[in-house]
């Protein structure tokens, strides 16, 4: 499977982006997809994950703010992200995989200016 991540780019606090992950080959609709970004000097951590019935999970910074959803006729999973925050900007990455995530997307860059 390859997975790529795209739609990041510079907003305004406040505004909003939405992130694509667009898979080929692969059963990309059997696997949880679950995006994750690294922001400069920190970890990487999980944004939010969608499982293959559909449910969703979100990391406490993401609630409220970010909605996943999955395609699977279109082999996409994308991230909404409304509200957008200073310390939202970081790389985001999809990641998919059946347990674990084995199957990572290049990143892609999302900047908030305050």
């Known amino acids: 499977v390859q997975l790529q991540a795209f739609g990041g780019g510079l907003v305004q606090a406040g505004g909003s982006l939405k992130l694509s992950c667009a898979a080929s080959?692969?059963?990309?609709?059997?696997?949880?997809v679950g995006w994750f970004r690294q922001a400069p000097g920190k970890e990487r951590e999980i944004v939010a994950r969608?499982?293959?019935?559909?449910?969703?999970y979100y990391a406490d910074s993401a609630k409220g703010r970010f909605t996943i959803s999955r395609d699977n006729a279109g082999n996409t999973v994308s991230l909404q992200m409304n509200s957008l925050k200073s310390e939202d900007t970081a790389v985001y990455y999809c990641?998919?995989?059946?347990?674990?995530?084995?199957?990572w997307g290049q990143g892609t860059l999302v900047t908030v200016s305050s």
């Open positions: 969608i499982n293959r019935a559909g449910s969703t």
């Open positions: 990641a998919a995989g059946s347990i674990n995530y084995n199957y």
């Open positions: 080959g692969g059963t990309f609709s059997t696997y949880r």
